[in-house]
């Protein structure tokens, strides 16, 4: 068989001759440089070790901007809001051994998430590979081993002339929807070893489209267009597919609430008619999506916070769009359709008739004052305060990031995020530390919007060193520490379950005096001060610290 090359771009005089003789002093490290500026980078993070000293030197003789964290766990969770935040690849370079696994908890938040990270972690030299015991510095036995069941490929290089292709295929299935985390390994040696290789340019790597079956979409618009009572839940896909505005012309146009899960917040209005908003932790949501006749379930595998701890128990038809596979049906039958949200969104809005339910905006309505009457009879008031505060505080179009405290559990029903991408958490994989490192990727991903972290002083102390890095770049981010002594939310649970606590209480530094010991101005606020301290600190360039001492509380769940 013959093939067309014609349409192919040709090489001029100059540039065949440029082919012909690359510059001299190029290594490995230039490959993975040139692979990763050919397909787009602008950008990479990381933490150079012995062994990765190659990329890293080359890194040094590019374009690249280089964003270098303190602890290679921060350095990923940096990358994954950038990635959030660009919707772009985010290199995260990283080195052999303890390097690469310190990464691994923040890649598993990646996976969790659907953020694009592109891990290129070096390895012991090429005759080390394979699982002898050498004795190599940092050796073992088999690395990808750790990573494997985290991220969504691996790709190993052995030679210089495997680089760009395994970048590229690495590039594609980060971006191919789901996207993930993905990472490739290079051996030390490969990495220093000059080549002669040409310069790498041309490099493609389109992630594959993933459309909806037409017969499946069918199917559930004619369930959709007959339903009585049809309610919508629409998780982080529609944010990262960039679909809100297809989910609220189908919402609109069947007449359907909409409730968003804790990864989708933003994705639909929150003070639309339809707006269930996102109390799926409160059992009058649960119950009005139990009532549901057809549930269009979109971007979200129903998995334990998005169920109500796995007591939701859908009585009507479901319809499932999911962009993973395996998570089709994972919890509940349905028709499952395999597909990006934004495209079976797209088509399922063509094919569905209009229907008119006037009572609908009375029945969400309904809904939200039953929550409200559960919250205002437990007296947590101060709770609502201090949320309050910070949605007055800040921007609409700025983005925040939450870590796994009493203040962020508020939020992800409570809090407002009024645009989507702008409200992200650890909510996925469930780890300590994220909030604040994540808020250096999303500062430098656009240092236009100022960025808040909000952490209580437990996670805070896993990422104090990254005030280092944030004076260090002058990057325009504010970090709201709740300072209540311990880890609160854990506090909470071992009491109610045991009646104490065990290794819950924690001594701490004074945090306004740290984080002034970085050259970060920082100030020790109260609920009743907070918007105003929180305000100033937001709008003053560069980063800054504002600490809250609160004893917050969580409002009493319904799943028990």
Known sequence: MSHDHDDRPRLTAAQAAAVLTP?????????????????GATTVFGLPGQHALGVFDAVRRSSLRYVGLRVENNAGFAADAYGRITGEVAPLLLSTGPGALTSLAALQEAAAASAPVLAIASQVPAAGLGGGRHGYLHELRDQQAAVRDIVKSVHTVRTASQIPSAIAAAWESALSAPHGPVWVEIPQDVLLAETVL??????????????????????????????ERPVIIAGGEVVRSDASGKLRALAEKLDAPVVTTFGGKGAFPWEHPLSLRSWLEDRHTTDF????????????G???????????????????????AGKLESNHPALGIHSDAREALADLLDAVERREDPDAADRVRTVLEKVRGRIDAQDLVLEQQVLAAVREALPAAAPSFWDMTILAYWAWSAFDARRPNTMHSAQGAGGLGYAFPAAVGA?????????????????????????ATARQYDLPLTWLIVDDGGYGILREYMTDAFGETTGTELSRPDFVALAESFGVPAVRTTPESLAADLGTALTAPGPSVVVLPALLRMFEPTHL
């Not at 490099?203 to 267009?225: F, G, K, V």
């Not at 999506?289 to 979200?300: K, P, Y």
């Not at 430098?444 to 104090?464: E, Q, R």
């Open 198 to 227: 040409p310069v790498v340019s041309a490099m493609d790597a389109n992630p594959r489209e993933l459309y909806p079956r037409p017969e499946l979409t069918i199917a559930a618009a004619h369930l959709l267009s007959n339903a």
């Open 23 to 39: 510059p001299p002093g190029r290594n490995g490290g230039d490959l993975v440089v040139e692979s990763l500026q050919g397909l």
């Open 289 to 300: 999506l139990e009532d549901a006749d057809v549930l269009l379930v979109v971007g979200s």
């Open 443 to 467: 500062a430098v991903a656009d240092p236009t919007k100022p960025v808040l972290a909000v952490s209580g002083d437990g996670g805070a102390m896993y990422s104090i060193a990254e005030l």
């Open 302 to 324: 129903l998995g334990e916070l998005s169920s109500n701890y796995h007591t939701f128990r859908p009585r009507g038809r479901v319809i499932q769009i999911e962009a993973d």
